[in-house]
């Protein structure tokens, strides 16, 4: 796939949207977790209701969730993590999953304010914060709104900084006008869209189980939120913000990702940060977090440990 390819599917695929996964049936859960988690409700400044899901004891992990899914898509990182004896936090963001779905909010001020509040509640205390995707983006700015003071640590799998959006200063970006019309697909048939672009979330391996559960998540979002993040996400430019960080940072990219190409994101990304342990996976895809869980867990589980 050459560049131009991987910029048209960054593009299509909208930033990390690029949940590509086949035809539909009524999905199975295949999460690995039982019902027994400890789920909570944390209230933002703005009265929104967080859907909030806390297991274990120990030093605390939180996970920030991808664009379209909601907490559970973290089911097989919390599993292993548990068993090694952390505490694991994983929450809905604001219009996913089972959190309010307010009518604003949508910008990554207010989604960092958000995660703060999170933190806040629980008082938390020497985080390892996770995210993928869009919620890489959500743990840059709260960092540099809310600073590091309660951090140790930030692991960033296949983000959507530090600037998608072509610009005069940002040439190697994606044009405005194609994201337009991506939206204006979604307005008139979402699913379809999903269908149509069943692009490499995955690998040829994943079973239709799997798929099944994650395009169950994205089905269960709410349009008006997807295009609302979205645009957040296409237009924000975190590449200031980047070279600011100060907290050590495990960055995962697959260099089969047509969702968030690692040459448009994942590579400058990690130009820019200042203590970074950047691995670039042969193979792997944007779903990396399902198609290469043993090794991105274990990569996690020694970086935390660090």
């Keep these: 796939m050459d560049r131009r390819d991987l910029l048209v599917n960054a593009a299509s695929l909208a930033a990390g949207a690029g949940l590509a996964l086949s035809s539909v049936r009524p999905a199975k ?52 993590l548990l068993g090694q004896g952390y505490r694991c936090i994983a929450y809905d963001r604001r219009g996913h999953g089972r959190s309010d779905e307010p009518a604003q909010g949508y910008d ?51 983000p959507t900084t530090p600037f998608i959006l072509k610009t005069d200063d940002n040439p190697q970006g994606v044009d405005g006008a194609f994201f337009d019309a991506v939206r204006g697909q979604w307005a008139s048939d979402f699913p379809k869209w999903v269908d149509d672009n069943a692009a490499p979330f995955v690998v040829a391996e994943t079973s239709q189980g799997m798929r099944d559960w994650l395009r169950q998540m994205m089905m269960v979002s709410s349009l008006p939120v997807l295009m609302a993040c979205n645009k957040s996400l296409v237009e924000t430019d975190f590449r200031h913000e980047l070279t ?15 969702s968030t190409p690692v ?44």
């Design 29 to 80: 859960a295949a999460s690995p977790q039982s019902s027994s988690a400890s789920h909570a409700r944390v209230v933002t400044a703005d009265g929104t209701a967080l859907f909030v899901r806390d297991r274990g004891q120990g030093a605390p992990v939180l996970f920030v969730h991808s664009w379209a899914l909601n907490s559970a898509m973290w089911d097989y990182q919390i599993t292993p």
């Design 108 to 158: 990554f001020d207010t989604l960092a304010d958000d995660l703060a509040t999170v933190i806040d509640t629980l008082d938390l205390d020497g985080i390892t914060l996770v995210g993928h995707s869009m919620g890489c983006s959500e743990i840059v700015r709260y960092l540099t709104r809310h600073g590091g003071a309660k951090v140790a640590r930030v692991v960033l799998l296949s």
């Design 244 to 258: 600011t960080l100060t907290v050590p940072v495990l960055l995962i990219h697959g260099d089969h990702d047509a």
């Design 263 to 306: 040459a448009l994101t994942g590579q400058p990304t990690a130009t820019l940060l200042r203590h970074v342990d950047f691995k670039l996976y042969q193979g792997a895809p944007h779903g990396l977090f399902v198609t290469h869980m043993g090794r991105v867990n274990a990569d996690i589980v020694q970086f935390v440990k660090t």
